[in-house]
């Protein structure tokens, strides 16, 4: 397992790729968010995590399979690599932080355009929302006066 990396794996490339030929600027594992993100997008406020079937447990997917052999031992390791994920993205989610999960298997040839325009629909999205007007309303009560009412004086001189 020294030889797996986890950086610039074919699928990030892929997405890199699209993303950089589309005018989305990102930077790469950022280390000050947790979980050190695949892809950082600073202007939307969005981290893209670009997740293999295999490691990270795709469930229903046919890339994902359990070895026949030291079951135990990878079963453990897919759901400590389960949990850590949903972790990080609370984490991330609290710090106010969008997070995108793209799995290896939707960038397979035949998936691949629909999964990278959707991905560009809802980095948009999510920009729109972010930096949306909001309008406020002002609510129809009376105005609270801000001090006495002016006693009436004699103004009659005698």
Not at 60 to 75: A, D, L, Q, S
Request: aromatic share 12%; net charge positive; glycine share 6%.
């Amino acid at each position: 397992m020294a030889a797996i990396h986890g950086k610039n794996t074919k699928p990030e490339m892929i997405v890199r790729h699209w993303l950089w030929g589309h005018g989305f600027r990102y930077r790469l594992n950022h280390p000050r968010l947790p979980g050190k993100p695949d892809i950082v997008m600073m202007k939307y406020r969005t981290c893209i995590f670009v997740n293999g079937c295999f490691w990270h447990g795709h469930d229903g997917c046919k890339y994902y399979t359990i070895p026949k052999t030291n079951t135990e031992f990878w079963v453990n390791k897919v759901k400590r690599n389960k949990e850590r994920d949903n972790e990080v993205q609370r984490q991330l989610a609290s710090m106010g932080w969008h997070s995108i999960t793209i799995w290896e298997c939707e960038l397979k040839a035949a998936k691949r355009e629909n999964t990278l325009e959707s991905l560009s629909f809802t980095l948009n999205k999510i920009f729109l929302q972010d930096h949306s007007v909001k309008h406020y309303e002002l609510p129809d009560e009376e105005p609270m006066m801000a001090a006495e009412e002016s006693p009436t004086y004699n103004t009659e001189r005698e």
